[in-house]
């Protein structure tokens, strides 16, 4: 249990002169994200999950890897290019970085390809769902493919020669493509150089005919159109053929302060990501160096940036077989609980005003969530609905309820965040529905990113109007609320519910309020709230009251607060931080954070709930919301953390939640002052526990 025990006056000597702005003390963010990605590939490797979940873990560990080529190692290559040299908080120029950065991948990636290839592709095959080689097609598979190539797939295909008459072809962002070496038999040139791009808009996994014991059989469509390359180039002799695949800068360029429309503007850097400059070459381990050469030339990549696959590439695509309905190798399913306070009610709005609510995703339903809304749609009382909307599912029901609230005569607003990444055109499409169907839609704000997940209803009632209000730490996505843990907040408080109303305020209009009654917000009031109660528990523990940290959140990277909790450790704090991906803080450096330990926690679900514990001298206070610990939270986003004051709920994030994450000895692993982590084990008579397992077995909150 979390306890807030008194403290003695506590200050170590050592290191009392050392300058906690020393590049020393700073783990570079880029490294440690990294650390984060190899956390998710051992997962895969862990033989206590089942294999379709192991291959589910390697998928997205390839998919994370994408996404931090497209946007870190591209950022640092345009940060080398423009001549920067200024050293990031841990030391290292952008150039170090890149170097140091290709040093620690190159294992991981190798391991990453060893363990698919070798080890769980095998163990699936024997487990009946096969990706079957070529080498072991049977007769009637070969017959069975061809007709599906010629039938399916020839007439997507466009091969692209390179020669005087064809330059190099524009190779588009992660498309996986076949290099081709041919040969003309009537005589020439020795060897032509052609391209042709594995359609994506076709499945990648072509199936075989079950048989008795692998009743799920594949070809990888690469291979079927390998096998079958002679049909695209009638006359010639294809004498090999390699894969290889591109990963390109997709980080939009939005230059705000210039920008007349953000919606022409959003979608105009979309249409111009496919053409950024290339930042990886996934090539062939087999591939030929003259053919690897042409490659990065026509490309325009460097050595360095080449890294080379002896196995599948665009491993991401295989989150698609490892959703196979295969019971015995996926993890058993689970159906949400719904909480106590919530059995049989079927008037969200009077339970809230009875106590306030909070729920535990996934192990809590995200139906109340959707109810919420749906409710305010239809019920008479209610006035009006606002909305933020950062990411949410293709089929939104929370969309759907806003645009039926629209039909039924309420006022009904949406922030649409336009620059969530990666799901810019699944925003502008809904956006664009939910304006034609008489939404007032705002589409962010210039120079903001809105971050907060927020829902306010206005409702009339017999004493008056009365605001209810939903703030949670994840988005409005039925989908992800199923595999992401995230926290839920409903309260009618007044102060909360007047502070949601400025926030809005806001976002739809001009506002520039430099403080709110009991929200954190940022970029207003965050940053400069998060460094007071961090120091506010040093000044208690200096004073010998109770003082303790407990935060779990996603990343801590500000340099700033960083330092806080440093100067925090070096007064008596002790400070338990669950940090799911990037820590640039070193843990139990003597004389500096001796008291600060880190954990992190990869588990069947993704860690995403942010929760805030402070002891304040016994005076505790929680906060739950969307803002992790990096200076792009506190400074350029719109963040909300809100405090939970019902003295339950309270207790049950303390002693439940956050309690159990530190108590995990199955899962989570410990971060050491150089950056390694460690797997935690049970010590000897200690019971084991596996904290989301835990979650699982007690079927949510039960409050």
């Given amino acids: 249990m979390l306890e807030s025990a008194g403290v003695e006056p506590r200050r170590t000597d050592a290191g009392a002169n050392l300058d906690l702005d020393d590049a020393s003390l700073y783990l570079s963010r880029e490294l440690s994200w990294l650390a984060f990605n190899a956390r998710v590939l051992e997962e895969g490797l862990d033989a206590r999950h089942p294999l379709l979940e192991r291959l589910k873990f390697l998928a997205i560990f390839a998919t994370n890897l994408d996404e931090f080529f497209m946007i870190r190692v591209a950022g640092l290559k345009q940060q080398v290019d ?130 008795p014991g692998k009743p799920y059989r594949y070809a990888l469509l690469e291979d079927v159109i390998g096998d079958n390359l002679a049909e695209l180039f009638p006359g010639m002799l294809v004498r090999s053929w390699y894969r290889f695949r591109v990963t ?59 890294y080379f696959v002896d196995g599948p590439m665009a491993v991401g695509d295989f989150l698609t077989l490892a959703a196979l309905d295969v019971a015995e190798l996926r993890d058993k399913p689970f159906a949400p609980a719904v909480p106590a306070r919530l059995h049989g009610r079927s008037d969200l709005f009077a339970a809230v005003r009875e106590n ?56 009904v607003a949406a922030l649409v965040e336009l620059k969530a990444r990666f799901d810019e055109e699944n925003n502008i499409h809904w956006a664009r529905n939910l304006e034609r169907s008489g939404v007032h839609v705002v589409y962010g704000l210039l120079g903001l990113k809105t971050h907060c997940k927020t829902t306010l209803v206005v409702r009339k009632e017999e004493d008056g109007l009365r605001r209810y209000v939903h703030i949670g730490t994840g988005n409005y996505n039925d989908k992800t609320a199923r595999i992401y843990t995230d926290l839920s907040y409903f309260t009618c408080r007044d102060e909360i519910g007047a502070d949601v109303t400025d926030l809005f305020n806001f976002l739809t209009g001009f506002s520039h309020r430099e403080a709110y009654r009991t929200l954190l917000v940022a970029p207003v009031n965050l940053r400069a709230s998060v460094l007071r ?167 949510g909150l039960r409050l």
């Fill in 248 to 306: 390109r800068n997709a980080d939009l360029d939005l230059q705000e302060d210039e920008a007349d429309d953000l919606l022409e503007m959003v979608e105009s850097e979309l249409r111009k990501r496919r053409f950024g400059a290339a930042v990886r070459l996934e090539a062939d381990q087999r591939m030929p160096e003259r053919m690897l050469s042409l490659l990065m030339d026509g490309i325009e990549v460097e050595e360095q940036d080449v």
């Fill in 356 to 411: 306030d609510i909070l729920l535990h995703h996934p192990f809590d339903s995200f139906e109340p969530v959707v109810q919420f809304v749906q409710e305010a749609a239809a019920d008479p009382q209610v006035l009006a609905i606002k909305q933020t909307l950062y990411r949410t599912s293709g089929d939104s029901p929370v969309v759907r309820a806003l645009m039926e609230a629209v039909a039924n005569g309420k006022q």
């Fill in 533 to 699: 109660l961090i120091e506010r528990e040093a000044g208690h523990a200096r004073s010998g009251r109770p003082a303790r940290i407990v935060a779990k959140m996603n990343a801590i990277t500000d340099h700033a607060v960083i330092r806080a909790l440093y100067e925090a450790s070096r007064a008596g704090v002790e400070i338990d931080l669950i940090v799911r991906g990037m820590c640039a803080l070193r843990p139990g450096l003597p004389g500096v954070s001796e008291r600060i330990r880190v954990r992190s926690i990869v588990g069947r679900f993704l860690e995403h709930s942010r929760a805030w514990y402070f002891a304040n001298g016994g005076a505790e206070r929680v906060y739950i919301g969307s803002a992790d610990w990096m200076g792009r939270n506190l400074d350029r986003r719109v963040e909300v953390m809100v405090p939970v004051e019902d003295a339950q709920l309270l207790r049950w994030l303390r002693d439940r939640l956050l309690t159990v994450y530190l108590e995990d000895n199955i899962t989570a692993r410990e971060m050491q002052s150089d950056g390694r982590y460690i797997r935690r084990m049970p010590a000897p008579g200690e019971l084991p526990l596996a904290s989301q397992a835990r979650f699982l077995s007690e079927g």
């Fill in 82 to 211: 423009a001549g920067v040299v200024q050293p990031s908080d841990d030391g290292l120029v952008p150039r170090e970085h890149l170097r140091v950065i290709r040093e620690r991948l190159e294992p991981i990636v190798r391991r990453h390809v060893e363990v698919l290839t070798y080890d769980l592709l095998p163990a699936l095959a024997q487990a009946g769902v096969a990706l079957v080689p070529h080498a072991e097609l049977r007769p009637e598979d070969l017959v069975e493919l061809r007709r599906v190539f010629d039938d399916q797939i020839f007439p997507v295909l466009t091969p692209l020669a390179v020669d005087p008459g064809h330059p190099f072809p524009y190779i588009s962002n992660l498309s996986l493509s076949l290099a081709l070496e041919i040969e003309d038999p009537r005589g020439g040139e020795p060897t032509h150089f052609a391209r042709v791009k594995v359609p994506q808009v076709l499945p990648r996994f072509v199936p075989l005919q079950p048989l």
